[in-house]
């Protein structure tokens, strides 16, 4: 089996440099919008299909990296200073003298396939007089596009050294997408080359004979020398008139939940193990929830290949293991990897109820709060303290399980986010705080709970620290409880009715005022 086990790129899109090592069986892409999820599947999809048209019909100047393009131009336009583009996947040892070389950016031996654009050296004079105008556009046009092994072998779409298939989801409807799909459904099939040539023949006599038989009449009506005829060029051929069938219905016409399970399923089925790769696209895209999980399962019970989903599903990329990713953000061109995190904390988050995980780890700081009431509360309460929102601050409030904390915090420590932790002392300040986050005390975590284990709740805090307003408000209410009964039986309704009754009058427990100031400094 060929595995990749590293890309790097150079001048590729948003990436200027990049590099990451691929686990053997599943990779998730997590990251949030203009992250480069969709860059990398690109760069794996575009090397691997060694597709001098797919490159054009994109274009270089959709593909490379807009910064050094203008870098260049601003400078003296030395031709010598051309950037280049590059992408190359390293390979497992194969054993093979044709894809072992040390033509890389690592300058190494190693089995590899690369994508290389560079300055056409045939029109170096032609570039220089492109690059002495004023207006000066950049020569894209003189820029050559090849596909070679590590030992600068070439090769192309009809010899190319790993066969793979591209699954995007977010492109359902576009014919173009679908007929790429379907054509490496066809090819991943046939027993050789020869098959296919075998296909293509008879498809155009088939063709020829329609023609003959079909349009012999109305064409003895046609005047001169003309005559109707069935087109038989590259562009209509057997791939570009093929479509697969479900039943009696073919799946282009199915709707695009069903087209995303009937893709991904004959893309990740075991008579699909001619394929080394499968990338996913958003797999989640049109989706009920029960099929995502059972999309999910088939993605878990597939084997003989190496699979690389890019998602912004919580369930997609917890279910898959949080181990597998590799996370990506928006403001930055590196990259943080999770295969460090506990076997138990992965494995809790693969069992666990649908959760804000993909939401925690994207962010750069976090109040976590233990429920409803706090998380209802805590943006009026924060407004009050800072004359701020949360979201103009960049903080994000995740409610989660008290005892579900410390498997976020495992993952704040190995990411670095800035938690701080809003919970109960539950009558025992020293165990359930002091003890239980002993090893997160760390400077980018910190627990913020009442010490007075007689206010071991927020509800008791709140009351406490605003007796007039919750008598004025749930003294009606509470019938034979007393207020603060009233209030601790019937947790999220109370905190709803104090936001929209006196959210601006409520005094902060202290506590939470420290967890404020903690997360802004």
């Known amino acids: ?299 878990v019970n597939s084997t003989g290949k190496q699979i690389f989903v890019a998602t912004h599903s919580d369930l997609v990329s917890t279910r898959l293991d949080l181990r597998k990713s590799i996370l990506l953000n928006s403001s930055s061109k590196n990259r943080i990897k999770l295969e460090d995190l506990s076997e138990d904390t992965a494995k809790f988050f693969i069992k666990a109820p649908d959760n804000n995980i993909l939401e925690f780890i994207l962010s750069d700081k976090v109040i976590l709060v233990e429920g409803d009431a706090e998380f209802i509360l805590l943006e009026a309460l924060y407004k009050k303290k800072t004359n701020k929102s949360l979201i103009e601050n960049n903080i994000h409030v995740i409610s989660v399980g008290g005892t579900s904390f410390p498997r976020y915090l495992d993952i704040a420590k190995l990411l670095d986010i800035k938690t701080a932790v809003i919970t109960d002392n539950d009558k025992n300040y020293k165990e359930k705080i002091t003890n239980r986050y002993s090893k997160y005390n760390i400077d980018n975590i910190s627990v913020f709970a009442d010490k007075d284990e007689k206010r071991y709740t927020f509800e008791i805090c709140i009351y406490e620290d605003n007796v007039e307003i919750c008598e004025e408000l749930f003294s009606t209410k509470r019938r034979k409880l007393s207020v603060q009964e009233y209030m601790l039986k019937d947790k999220a309704e109370v905190a709803f009715q104090l936001l929209e009754n006196k959210s601006n009058d409520l005094k902060i427990p202290e506590y939470i005022e420290k967890a404020f100031e903690w997360i802004n400094n």
């Open 1 to 299: 089996m060929k595995i990749i086990k590293k890309i790097r790129l150079l001048n590729f899109k948003k990436f200027e440099t990049f590099e990451v090592s691929f686990d053997d069986e599943i990779n998730l892409l997590i990251g949030d919008n203009e992250s480069g999820k969709s860059t990398i599947l690109t760069a794996l999809d575009l090397v691997m299909r060694g597709s001098r048209n797919k490159v054009e019909t994109i274009g270089l100047d959709s593909l490379f990296n807009t910064k050094v393009i203008n870098e260049f131009l601003n400078s003296d336009r030395n031709l010598n200073k051309l950037p280049e583009l590059r992408v190359e996947l390293y390979l497992n040892e194969q054993n093979n003298e044709i894809t072992n070389g040390n033509n890389n950016l690592d300058k190494k031996p190693n089995d590899g396939v690369r994508l290389v654009c560079k300055p056409n050296e045939e029109y170096s004079e032609s570039i220089k007089d492109v690059l002495k105008k004023t207006e000066c556009l950049f020569p894209f046009e003189y820029y050559s596009i090849s596909f070679t092994t590590f030992n600068d072998i070439p090769y192309n779409g009809y010899n190319k050294h790993l066969k793979h298939i591209l699954i995007d989801n977010s492109l359902t409807s576009n014919e173009y997408a679908m007929k790429e799909y379907v054509k490496d459904i066809y090819n991943s099939k046939l027993l050789n080359t020869s098959e296919k040539f075998q296909h293509q023949h008879e498809y155009r006599n088939h063709k020829e004979d329609f023609k003959n038989k079909a349009f012999k009449n109305i064409n003895e009506r046609l005047e001169n020398d003309y005559k109707f005829a069935i087109k038989s060029n590259s562009k209509s051929n057997v791939e570009s008139d093929l479509i697969i069938y479900e039943g009696d219905i073919s799946i282009d016409n199915k709707g695009k939940g069903k087209q995303s399970i009937i893709k991904t399923s004959l893309a990740l089925s075991k008579s699909a193990e001619d394929f080394d790769a499968v990338l996913l696209e958003e797999p989640e895209n049109h989706l009920s929830h029960t099929n995502m999980k059972n999309l999910i399962q088939e993605v």
